[in-house]
């Protein structure tokens, strides 16, 4: 019998009364060119999808593996519809593993067809969730690449890996976090510390790379003034950076705080694109305070100073590189690059690495007390150490404890009774600092000052007896021109730097002197005070006394930075007491001279 009467005989099983002989025998003459292709012209795939819900077990094991092998060849698709699409999704939770195999490759077929490709099949998942708890769609994935078939758990991420290939790029980052939410990378990960298999692992290494996809696009994307989302994630990270001070100007000096180069830190972006930035807002808004302490810190030192963004930037691209994010040589080896399992430990992961490598350069800067022309040595330490982290880590904890580094506050480490100790040294030196700067402002000061509707005076402004009033008095008339109850209105009012009204303090070539002003107003904008001096002293003291006592915190580099030595020293003192050492109320007596003393014998 010729294969042009075999498919005819075959075909008329399939139609009439079909037997398990005929189905594994379709399954093995598929694999034969000609018959296959007489197959497919006669419609084939349509006799096998009309006899499937009536098939079990191994009957249906074999239709689903000769459908399995006709499909690739992308001829006599017209029954393939949602709704049988759909019936596929649904049989990936057969208890028959064979089942479940061939339906994780039907699906990955139709993935990877353009005319079909992600939509239709993440359409079938979603429409076919297996129970109320299911609310990705994507359960029945999880539990097979939670498996203990390696060969179930190979299909599933073959699947996974097409419809990453196969989805529009608006879509693929929306995939991965379905996915990430539905536990499915929690799940790889604890699978891919037990499974040894190399086909395995290059399945892990392709399913890396596709979620790096959108780091890759980001990093492609030049910073555009005319795109309102590039602009507001600049107004995001000024926002998380001082939450209680508006933006007042788009270009300006006090960028360079924050430890930009120049006076737009658009400026400063051209070497990691938009990715630069969405790092910065990262840490900015999810570890704010680590991200002002190192800003902070760096913007109040003349000597071992270094741009906290532009070397966040610089973080940014060291990281595409140890990830091979945009290079041609990807360090593969029979299709396997480097793995990363860290890159699997939940949806903000890069994120989470991208703040620990800030934070650690920031130490290794320490370490090395390094100058500015120091930089390539320090960024070239930090990538190691970063490199040799991810390398041997499995999740970012891990990671975190392995560089040393702290993806929160160091505190967040202590142990609990140290943590409360803290906290009230961190009360006592904010009261005692607000004590220090309250009686300095009580004896006065003058500032020029101007308000909404009258023009700048020079006023001797000091805080009344009772810390209630700030009393505004006019020398050359001797009165008091107005007083503003600050506590009050607290709160309603913030004090900021006014920053419209700050000269270019890094212009040399700008002989006037540096004037320094901060505004005490109301948050409706309705009330405000503009206090500008050239003496820089009296500027920090009394807009974080201002601040102190309106109950906010201190924002100014120098106290800032006083607040974290004290608050160490008193620390230190206070854990020496704990540890049980005895600690001398008053200095010890000095001793009697003794008797045969001559000064005469000291030359």
Same mark, same amino acid.
């Given at each position: 019998?010729?294969?042009?009467?075999?498919?005819?005989?075959?075909?008329?099983?399939?139609?009439?009364?079909?037997?398990?002989?005929?189905?594994?025998?379709?399954?093995?003459?598929?694999?034969?060119?000609?018959?296959?292709?007489?197959?497919?012209?006669?419609?084939?795939?349509?006799?096998?999808?009309?006899?499937?819900?009536?098939?079990?077990?191994?009957?249906?094991?074999?239709?689903?593996? +000769? %459908?399995?092998?006709?499909?690739?060849?992308?001829?006599?698709?017209?029954?393939?519809?949602?709704?049988?699409?759909? &019936?596929?999704?649904?049989?990936?939770?057969?208890?028959?593993?064979?089942?479940?195999?061939?339906?994780?490759?039907?699906?990955?077929?139709?993935?990877?067809?353009?005319?079909?490709?992600?939509?239709?099949?993440?359409?079938?998942?979603?429409?076919?969730?297996? #129970?109320?708890?299911?609310?990705?769609? !994507?359960?029945?994935?999880?539990?097979?690449?939670?498996?203990?078939?390696?060969?179930?758990?190979?299909?599933?991420?073959?699947?996974?890996?097409?419809?990453?290939?196969?989805?529009?790029?608006?879509?693929?980052?929306?995939?991965? %976090?379905?996915?990430?939410?539905?536990?499915?990378?929690?799940?790889?990960?604890?699978?891919?510390?037990?499974?040894?298999?190399?086909?395995?692992?290059?399945?892990?290494?392709?399913?890396?790379?596709?979620?790096?996809?959108?780091?890759?696009?980001?990093?492609?994307?030049?910073?555009?003034?005319?795109?309102?989302?590039?602009?507001?994630?600049?107004?995001?990270?000024?926002?998380?950076?001082?939450?209680?001070?508006?933006?007042?100007?788009?270009?300006?000096?006090?960028?360079?705080?924050?430890?930009?180069?120049?006076?737009?830190?658009?400026?400063?972006?051209?070497?990691?694109?938009?990715?630069?930035?969405?790092? %910065?807002?990262?840490?900015?808004?999810?570890?704010?305070?680590?991200?002002?302490?190192?800003?902070?810190?760096?913007?109040?030192?003349?000597?071992?100073?270094?741009?906290?963004?532009?070397?966040?930037?610089?973080?940014?691209?060291?990281?595409?590189?140890?990830?091979?994010?945009?290079? &041609?040589?990807?360090?593969?080896?029979?299709?396997?690059?480097?793995?990363?399992?860290?890159?699997?430990?939940?949806?903000?992961?890069?994120?989470?690495?991208?703040?620990? +490598?800030?934070?650690?350069?920031?130490?290794?800067?320490?370490?090395?007390?390094?100058?500015?022309?120091?930089?390539?040595?320090?960024?070239?330490?930090?990538?190691?150490?970063?490199?040799?982290?991810?390398?041997?880590?499995?999740?970012?904890?891990?990671?975190?404890?392995?560089?040393?580094?702290?993806?929160? %506050?160091?505190?967040?480490?202590?142990?609990?009774?140290?943590?409360?100790?803290?906290?009230?040294?961190?009360?006592?030196?904010?009261?005692?600092?607000? #004590?220090? &700067?309250?009686?300095?402002?009580?004896?006065?000061?003058?500032?020029?000052?101007?308000?909404?509707?009258?023009?700048?005076?020079?006023?001797?402004?000091?805080?009344?007896? !009772?810390?209630?009033?700030?009393?505004?008095?006019?020398?050359?008339?001797?009165?008091?021109?107005?007083?503003?109850?600050?506590?009050?209105?607290?709160?309603?009012?913030?004090?900021?730097?006014?920053?419209?009204?700050?000269?270019?303090?890094?212009?040399?070539?700008?002989?006037?002197?540096?004037?320094?002003?901060?505004?005490?107003?109301?948050?409706?904008?309705?009330?405000?005070?503009?206090?500008?001096?050239?003496?820089?002293?009296? !500027?920090?003291?009394?807009?974080?006394?201002?601040?102190?006592?309106?109950?906010?915190?201190?924002?100014?580099?120098?106290?800032?930075?006083?607040?974290?030595?004290?608050? &160490?020293?008193?620390?230190?003192?206070?854990?020496?007491?704990?540890?049980?050492?005895?600690?001398?109320?008053?200095?010890?007596?000095?001793?009697?001279?003794?008797?045969?003393?001559?000064?005469?014998?000291?030359?």
């Amino acid at each position: 019998m010729g294969f042009i009467e075999e498919v005819a005989d075959i075909l008329k099983k399939l139609t009439q009364n079909v037997d398990k002989k005929t189905l594994f025998d379709l399954r093995a003459k598929l694999q034969d060119a000609n018959f296959r292709k007489e197959f497919l012209n006669k419609d084939g795939i349509s006799s096998l999808v009309s006899i499937l819900d009536a098939l079990q077990g191994n009957m249906l094991t074999y239709a689903l593996s +000769s %459908l399995e092998t006709a499909l690739p060849f992308n001829c006599g698709w017209e029954p393939i519809n949602q709704q049988f699409i759909e &019936k596929i999704v649904s049989l990936i939770n057969s208890s028959i593993i064979n089942v479940c195999k061939s339906a994780l490759g039907i699906l990955t077929i139709i993935a990877s067809n353009p005319s079909y490709g992600f939509i239709a099949v993440h359409e079938a998942f979603i429409n076919s969730k297996s #129970n109320e708890s299911d609310k990705s769609g !994507y359960g029945a994935l999880v539990s097979q690449i939670g498996g203990n078939y390696l060969d179930t758990q190979l299909c599933t991420l073959e699947l996974v890996n097409a419809m990453f290939q196969a989805a529009p790029l608006e879509n693929k980052e929306m995939f991965r %976090l379905i996915l990430i939410q539905a536990a499915f990378n929690r799940v790889l990960l604890e699978q891919y510390k037990k499974v040894e298999s190399p086909a395995f692992k290059k399945q892990v290494y392709l399913y890396q790379v596709a979620s790096l996809e959108d780091i890759q696009k980001d990093r492609k994307i030049t910073f555009s003034k005319d795109d309102p989302e590039h602009e507001d994630l600049i107004l995001r990270l000024w926002k998380a950076f001082y939450p209680d001070r508006p933006l007042e100007a788009r270009v300006g000096d006090h960028w360079k705080t924050l430890g930009f180069q120049g006076r737009d830190p658009v400026s400063d972006l051209r070497g990691a694109g938009l990715l630069g930035l969405k790092n %910065l807002v990262f840490i900015a808004e999810y570890h704010p305070e680590s991200f002002r302490r190192i800003a902070l810190e760096q913007a109040s030192r003349n000597d071992h100073y270094y741009p906290v963004a532009t070397a966040g930037i610089n973080i940014s691209c060291m990281l595409c590189e140890i990830f091979h994010i945009g290079t &041609k040589d990807k360090g593969e080896i029979n299709g396997i690059g480097p793995i990363f399992p860290a890159l699997l430990d939940g949806e903000n992961a890069f994120g989470e690495i991208y703040a620990i +490598s800030l934070q650690l350069l920031d130490r290794i800067w320490d370490e090395m007390q390094a100058s500015y022309m120091d930089f390539p040595k320090v960024i070239a330490a930090t990538k190691q150490r970063v490199n040799e982290g991810l390398t041997n880590v499995s999740s970012i904890a891990y990671f975190d404890r392995f560089c040393g580094s702290i993806s929160q %506050l160091q505190t967040e480490k202590e142990p609990e009774h140290v943590k409360q100790l803290r906290k009230s040294i961190e009360q006592l030196v904010t009261n005692r600092m607000k #004590n220090q &700067k309250a009686s300095i402002m009580k004896k006065g000061i003058n500032f020029k000052v101007s308000t909404n509707s009258e023009t700048e005076k020079q006023l001797n402004c000091k805080l009344d007896a !009772y810390w209630q009033n700030i009393l505004l008095i006019d020398e050359s008339a001797n009165n008091t021109t107005e007083m503003l109850n600050i506590i009050e209105r607290s709160n309603n009012l913030i004090v900021t730097d006014n920053i419209n009204n700050l000269n270019n303090i890094n212009d040399t070539a700008n002989d006037l002197p540096i004037t320094y002003s901060f505004c005490i107003q109301s948050k409706d904008n309705t009330h405000k005070f503009i206090f500008s001096t050239h003496n820089k002293d009296d !500027y920090i003291i009394w807009i974080d006394g201002l601040r102190l006592l309106l109950g906010a915190k201190i924002e100014h580099a120098d106290n800032v930075l006083d607040f974290q030595v004290m608050v &160490k020293a008193e620390l230190a003192v206070r854990l020496l007491n704990i540890e049980g050492l005895v600690l001398p109320k008053k200095p010890p007596a000095i001793p009697p001279l003794p008797r045969d003393y001559q000064t005469n014998d000291i030359i």
